[in-house]
């Protein structure tokens, strides 16, 4: 299996400190990409990093991978109580593998941050 | 450019009974993906679809699921003879193209009594 895995399953934090996941996956991947769902509700896109890129960053996310160690972390700085939410990373295969169309998810990691 | 569009948000069905999902892409975007989210767990993906065919079927199970992606119109997830198992969200999500980001639609709860 290629599935992500993701670490920690929870993570509980208080306002303004910073909150990281990270996400492990097994096989070679065209891109990675990390989700938001709120409660309830849909998933959201956050960030997209591919396979020849070591770092991104999008306001107060900053991304990572590291595709010797098959890896990404997923940082959100100065969190604020909206980031609670559930975050998922998702990965995509490479170019004409059987997996290239759909994405892989991880189970995510529940984040809350307390005001 | 509105999002990716689901109906209905919420669907109640009795066991036996056949629940049908539709789903409009992104404007422009030829590529749709189904995927179905359990309680507490991560979303699995079942089928991918481009314009009137299946490219990719591997997560959909073999009975009583149909997907299909007209020339006209949304796309469709048909389930039969539901059955409690089946309850879950079902998401769809559209891209451009296949390498490209994948936005997804607010789902549809199913409930199967």
Same mark, same amino acid.
């Given at each position: 299996?290629?599935?992500?895995?993701?670490?920690?399953?929870?993570?509980?934090?208080?306002?303004?400190?910073?909150? /990281?996941?990270?996400?492990?996956?097994? /096989?070679?991947?065209?891109?990675?990409?990390?989700? #938001?769902?709120?409660?309830?509700?849909?998933?959201? @896109?956050?960030?997209?990093?591919? &396979?020849?890129?070591?770092?991104? @960053?999008?306001?107060?996310? #900053?991304?990572?991978?590291?595709?010797?160690?098959? &890896? &990404?972390?997923?940082?959100?700085?100065?969190? #604020?109580?909206?980031?609670?939410? &559930?975050?998922?990373?998702?990965?995509?295969?490479?170019?004409?593998?059987?997996?290239?169309?759909?994405?892989?998810?991880?189970?995510?990691?529940?984040?809350?941050? @307390?005001? | 450019?509105?999002?990716?569009?689901?109906?209905?948000?919420h669907l109640v069905r009795?066991?036996?009974?056949?629940?049908? !999902? =539709?789903? *409009?892409?992104?404007?422009?975007?030829?590529?749709?993906?189904?995927? =179905?989210? !359990?309680?507490?767990?991560? !979303?699995?993906?079942?089928?991918?679809?481009?314009?009137?065919?299946?490219? %990719?079927?591997?997560?959909?199970?073999? +009975?009583?699921? *149909?997907?299909?992606?007209?020339?006209?119109?949304? *796309?469709? !997830?048909?389930?039969?003879?539901?059955?409690?198992? %089946? *309850?879950?969200?079902?998401?769809?999500?559209?891209?451009?193209?296949?390498? +490209?980001?994948?936005?997804?639609?607010?789902?549809?709860?199913?409930l199967v009594l």
């Amino acid at each position: 299996s290629q599935q992500g895995e993701e670490d920690p399953q929870a993570l509980s934090i208080q306002e303004g400190e910073n909150a /990281t996941m990270n996400c492990s996956y097994k /096989t070679s991947i065209n891109n990675l990409q990390w989700y #938001r769902q709120n409660s309830g509700r849909g998933l959201v @896109h956050l960030i997209l990093i591919r &396979s020849n890129e070591r770092e991104k @960053h999008s306001g107060r996310l #900053r991304v990572t991978l590291d595709t010797s160690k098959k &890896s &990404s972390s997923l940082l959100i700085t100065a969190s #604020r109580a909206a980031d609670t939410a &559930s975050y998922f990373c998702a990965i995509r295969g490479l170019a004409g593998g059987t997996s290239y169309g759909k994405l892989t998810f991880g189970q995510g990691t529940i984040l809350t941050v @307390h005001p | 450019n509105a999002g990716v569009m689901q109906n209905p948000r919420h669907l109640v069905r009795r066991r036996g009974q056949e629940a049908r !999902l =539709r789903c *409009s892409p992104m404007k422009g975007h030829s590529h749709v993906y189904w995927y =179905r989210q !359990l309680p507490e767990e991560g !979303l699995k993906f079942m089928v991918y679809l481009q314009k009137e065919n299946i490219i %990719d079927e591997s997560g959909m199970p073999k +009975e009583r699921f *149909s997907a299909e992606f007209p020339k006209e119109g949304p *796309s469709i !997830l048909r389930i039969q003879q539901v059955v409690r198992g %089946d *309850s879950a969200a079902y998401f769809c999500a559209s891209s451009g193209q296949a390498e +490209e980001t994948q936005y997804f639609g607010p789902g549809t709860r199913l409930l199967v009594l």
